[in-house]
């Protein structure tokens, strides 16, 4: 009887300190994911929201300073923010005049005149963002 007794009171002992070790392990699990849950949400927000650019050409060659369009889609870029074209100069890129606003849907058009000869290299930037190179051969 008196191995029953002690077999009873150990296995209480034991089922009051795992029971508490459960709560407080529990709470302090509890506050964990939803920190973590929020940071890990706020990173896809992050990746998904990258801006991006496309641009094409309305022709891939042209006369000297004749008038030829370059359109493309924008995404992750606020409506009314300023797209411009750049020209790749002596391994630099230098913007040209020639920047529209995004319209509401992401999308823009430019009216470009270029008058350097031969492969011209460009690109449309806004802030940090640019989109794949493009070439137009000016003859």
Known sequence: MM???RRSLRVAVVGVLGATSLALAGTAMAATPAVHTATVAGAR????AKPTIT???SVSSVRAWT???VTGK???IKAASK??????????????????????????ALRVELGLKGKNELRVVSGSTASPV??????
């Open 67 to 69: 008038l030829f369009r």
């Open 74 to 76: 924008t995404t992750g």
């Open 83 to 108: 797209v411009t074209l750049q020209q790749k100069q002596h391994g630099k890129w230098v913007a040209l005049p020639a920047s529209t606003p995004v319209n509401s849907s992401g999308s823009y």
């Open 45 to 48: 927000t992050a990746a998904a």
């Open 134 to 139: 493009f070439d137009v051969t000016v003859s």
């Open 3 to 5: 191995v029953t007794k």
């Open 55 to 57: 641009a094409t050409a």
